[in-house]
């Protein structure tokens, strides 16, 4: 009876999505409103999040089994989208979305493959120097071939997803005992010289199935229990209290932070991996900072009722934060896709003293591109510039060419060094691109910021 009154109900009441220019200045409107489901906020911030969409300000809205969200979102120049083509793909995909979300009998996190084209490998351990340089390296050497990766490291810990295919066939690989032998490797690398004092490494193995990359490195993290910390609190961490809303039955959650890329999805994944609902929510940015306040309760239909559940989710929600801001250099290499470049690439890396801290990397239409987030092997973020120079040196080789170049930001200094790239025998051709450091900042301005958004 449940089930024909959910299909009735969604018959009524058909999900709308609202995407509009008009109704702001700055940035592009969209209203999602549908019959409410289990986990439809984290798979919106995810479609959001997935279109390299910038939310500025959000409402949410969830009670009485009705969904209402708001979102204004930017362009990563923080403009409107104003293409027509863009806008039209961006309401397709979330009509899309939420049909989909309200005929399925529940939510999934795994979703089936559409063929079983590569190997997906997740391993998590001890962070340390080297650590994805040996891991491309064995898999180089048992003829695997990279095509997509990522690799978060947070709190000493390690957490990457891998896929591969076979090197001679280019499809996934399914002999059990290849897979036996490269688990195996693979997992010894993860553990390195730990001893029976530190966690162990952790690894799986599928070729049936995918999970969202993003949401999968915060679990395998969160699982790993990155959240504990082992020194104190420095002034650039994000501030997260959670107190109790006893007259309306809601625990609220405030979190304050300095703003940037896919935080909204970051935060709204960890309450919806811990097991909480967001029934109101309010997200405010600025120039810098950002504020977000959450009204939860437990999927019970109870607010936390504990102190020691109060600072697992303020520490939890911390982490979640931080394990996309990683303070170091970025680089991009963008190649011609060929076998090992992976390998060859991260090498040159370790050997220059570089500890890589997080991770990206692509292959699609032939190409490579590769973005890596680097500190010197202390985990500094400042990187000396001769060091750049000599990874570049190694991997491409220096002379001119117009619009290739090393850029390299820091310290009320920079250094630009041109490149002009030999041709190998793989007709390799290979560009750098180095982002600014990532710089923490108080919150001495946040009040200003909140009356001006009000």
Known sequence: MDDE?????????????????GACGHATFIQVDSVNKHEILLEIVQVLSDLNLNVTKAYISSDAGWFMDVFYVTDNRGKKITDEETLGYIQKTLETKVYILNSMKSSANLIPSKDHTSTTI?????????????????????????????IWTHNARAATVIHITDRSTGHAIEDPDRLSTIKELLFNVMKGDSDFKTPSARMFVSTSRETHTGRRLHQMLLAD??????????????????????????????????????????????????????????????RLEAYQEYYIRHVDGFPISSEAEQQRVMECLEAAIERR??????????????????????????????????????????????????????????????????????????????????????????????????????????????????????????????????
């Open 5 to 21: 009154f959910a299909k009735l109900n969604r018959r009524i009441n058909p999900p709308r999505v609202i995407v509009d220019n």
């Open 122 to 150: 997740e391993l998590t351990g001890n962070d340390r120097p080297g650590l994805l340089s040996e891991l491309s390296a064995v898999l180089a050497d048992m003829g695997c071939n990279v095509i997509n990766a990522e």
């Open 225 to 286: 229990r990155d959240f504990e910390r082992h020194n104190d609190k420095c002034s650039m961490e994000p501030h997260v209290t959670v107190l109790d809303c006893s007259d309306r039955d809601y625990t609220v959650v405030t979190i304050r932070c300095l703003d940037r890329p896919k935080l909204l999805f970051d935060t709204v994944c960890c309450l919806t991996d811990m097991e909480y609902v967001v029934f109101h929510g309010t997200v405010i940015t600025g």
């Open 325 to 454: 801001t990683t303070q170091g250099v970025e680089l991009e290499v963008i190649t011609e896709d060929r076998f090992g470049v992976l390998s060859e690439i991260t090498r040159i890396i370790r050997e220059n003293g570089l500890s890589i801290k997080r991770a990206e990397i692509r292959r699609n239409g032939g190409k490579a591109n590769d973005r890596f987030i680097v500190s010197d092997v202390m985990g500094n973020g400042v990187v000396d510039p001769k060091t750049m120079e000599m990874v570049q040196k190694e991997i491409g080789g220096l002379g001119e060419e117009e619009g290739c170049g090393v850029k390299v930001e820091g310290n009320n200094s920079s250094l630009l060094l041109s490149t002009k790239l030999p041709k190998e025998k793989h007709e390799t051709r290979t560009s750098f691109s180095f982002g600014n450091l990532f710089k923490g900042r108080n919150f001495h301005n946040f009040n200003k910021l909140i009356k001006s958004c009000s």
